[in-house]
């Protein structure tokens, strides 16, 4: 999703990844939540990186997942799909209120009400496959998979050659999660506080 981000580091990720797991079709759908208020999309808004604070970032877009899982579940729908899988987590995370699995149990009964798919007796389960793990454990199954985590990108502000700033809330969970799992961490950062 281009949703008007700071940068297209994920894009282009997503692209390569893609491409390289043989997705049958990779599609960018582009929508405009730039006026969100949030660090990133706008760019009048600094992006902190004094460390994870207590309660919702300045980094929160505004209904974010709801609208990234809606769009989905349009598509899934015209394809048929039984399954909508989202990469939330809240378990090592900045505090987002549409990561938890409350928010995800009532999207799914949404798309439950809202789809003719599913008022035709075709229900739609919402996974989050990554919800309750520990950032460790999400990088032990990565490299397990054979997800090369240099090709990821979670930083909030990567620079134009995509590598991450190691400062942000993203870098700071994402290294210490490569620690407590004692595996080497192969994200290209331009420097790490």
Known sequence: ???????????????KIAKRLGAAEHRVLRIDLTPSGSALTDQ???????????GIPVTYVPARNTILLALALGWAEVL??????????AVDYSGYPDCR??????????????????VEGHR?????????LPKAAIVKLAVRLGVDPAETVTCYQPDADGRACGACDACRIRRSGFEAAGIPDTTRYIRIS
């Open 1 to 15: 999703m281009d949703y008007g981000q700071r940068h297209g580091a994920e894009l282009g990720a997503a692209r």
């Open 44 to 54: 009048a808004i600094d992006v902190p990186t004094a460390g994870v604070q207590a």
């Open 80 to 89: 048929g799909a039984k399954h909508l899988f989202v990469g939330a987590n």
């Open 101 to 118: 699995p409350e928010f995800l149990r009532a999207f799914e009964a949404l798309a439950n009400l809202a789809t003719k798919a599913a």
């Open 124 to 132: 739609i389960e919402v996974r989050a496959p990554l919800l309750d």
